[in-house]
């Protein structure tokens, strides 16, 4: 299923050209047009889903078995000696457009692409506490 109004499918139904790396059933994987590195390519389902829980699981499956010859591909490619495989989901956590993807960006040493990681830890029993709303959601 597609949504009109979402660039990405638009990509998928061949209606804005994009610089495909891959292609089948399940997905494409295209060139970011703003990338944080030289190489950063974006994987995408077929199927229109906003966020990846919205996705079924075969489909981001089928999907995901992709992801580590892409990663090869960009690494082989572009020399990098690195790569950050970011999902970001839903607007707080910086999605821009509203249909499920994947970046694979490349990284080296000294290179401007950065993010804050603010570590820390949890009081006593809050972490076992958090992990059985977890399971029990499972």
């Not at 089948?24 to 390519?41: R, S």
């Not at 966020?51 to 078995?65: F, H, I, N, Y």
């Not at 690494?75 to 839903?90: D, P, R, S």
Request: glycine share 8%; hydrophobic share 45%.
């Amino acid at each position: 299923m597609a949504d009109s109004d979402c660039l990405f499918c638009k990509i998928v139904a061949g209606e804005i050209p994009a610089s495909k790396v891959l292609e089948d059933d399940a997905c494409v994987a295209f060139m970011d047009i703003g990338p944080l590195a030289e190489g950063h390519v974006l994987l995408i389902p077929k199927m229109h889903a906003v966020t990846l829980d919205e996705l079924p699981a075969e489909q981001a499956g089928e999907m995901l078995g992709n992801l580590p010859a892409l990663v090869r591909a960009v690494q082989a490619a572009t020399g990098c000696q690195g790569v950050n495989v970011l999902q970001n989901n839903g607007r707080v956590a910086h999605q821009v457009v509203m249909h499920v993807h994947f970046h694979v960006i490349p990284r080296n040493e000294g290179d401007a692409f950065g993010f804050n990681w603010p570590a820390s830890s949890y009081p006593p029993g809050r972490m076992e506490e958090l992990a059985e709303a977890v399971r029990s959601e499972l």
